[in-house]
């Protein structure tokens, strides 16, 4: 499986853009990219997902450049209720270990007023 | 929200008594997971299934078992509870390996 590696905590002011980078140096060909977010108390909750260049959804966008190797979750004009741990997720599809849906220890979010 | 239920969403029991928490599901999806989350990690895979009577460890799977003999329901038993195990236990489902999953509400088990 493809290790992620992504911030611990950010902070941001309400109305401002965030962005969330995740690095999966060896992300494989076939794997894709996919983000989560979690309140307190709550199970996480799809966000976006993407292989390459750029997705844009209601919630977010998603950045994966050319070399796959990184992605940057953008949510653009945060309020404080996006304060949530994010998580990013790299999936390989192309072997039995596809079944499984492995999360690493995610983004704490917090949105300041 | 997708049809999943966990039961019991509250439990507090004695150490070395078993324990079972179900996961049962509306959608008829293939896949279907057991997390545990404990306070400042993010979740940890216990076991999955990808199929009925087909399931396979997860990261943390000591401790627990899991039996999935019908599609929508997904069983996680401590067969002998301890006080490590006190953690929020999330179940989830999704159609494909490729596609999103969805969550329960979780379960909060307290072993004392």
């Known amino acids: 499986l493809a290790k992620t590696t992504q911030p611990i905590s950010m902070d941001s002011y309400e109305g401002q853009e965030v962005n969330i980078t995740c690095s999966h140096n060896?992300?494989?060909?076939?794997?894709?990219i996919t983000w989560y977010q979690q309140f307190p108390s709550q199970g996480p909750r799809f966000i976006i997902q993407g292989y390459k260049t750029k997705v844009t959804n209601e919630v977010a966008s998603l950045f994966i450049p050319a070399d796959r190797k990184s992605s940057t979750l953008s949510l653009p004009r945060v309020s404080l209720s996006d304060t949530a741990v994010y998580y990013c997720l790299v999936g390989l599809i192309s072997s039995g270990s596809a079944r499984q849906l492995t999360f690493g220890s995610g983004t704490q979010l917090t949105v300041l007023p | 929200d997708a049809g999943i239920t966990q039961s019991p969403r509250h439990k507090v029991t004695e150490t070395g008594t078993p324990v079972t928490l179900r996961c049962h599901q509306t959608?008829?999806?293939?896949?279907m997971y057991w997390y545990r989350q404990d306070p400042g990690h993010g979740l940890r895979l216990i076991h999955y299934?990808?199929?009925?009577?087909?399931?396979d460890k997860g990261e943390v799977s000591d401790g627990y078992s899991v039996s999935r003999s019908k599609t929508e329901d997904f069983l996680l038993t401590l067969e002998s509870a301890t006080s490590s195990q006190t953690s929020v236990y999330f179940c989830?489902?999704?159609?494909?390996?490729?596609?999103?999953?969805?969550f329960g509400q979780g379960t909060r088990l307290t072993v004392v």
């Open positions: 299934s990808y199929g009925v009577k087909d399931t």
């Open positions: 959608e008829n999806h293939r896949y």
């Open positions: 989830a489902i999704r159609v494909t390996q490729n596609t999103e999953a969805f």
């Open positions: 060896n992300i494989a060909t076939n794997d894709y």
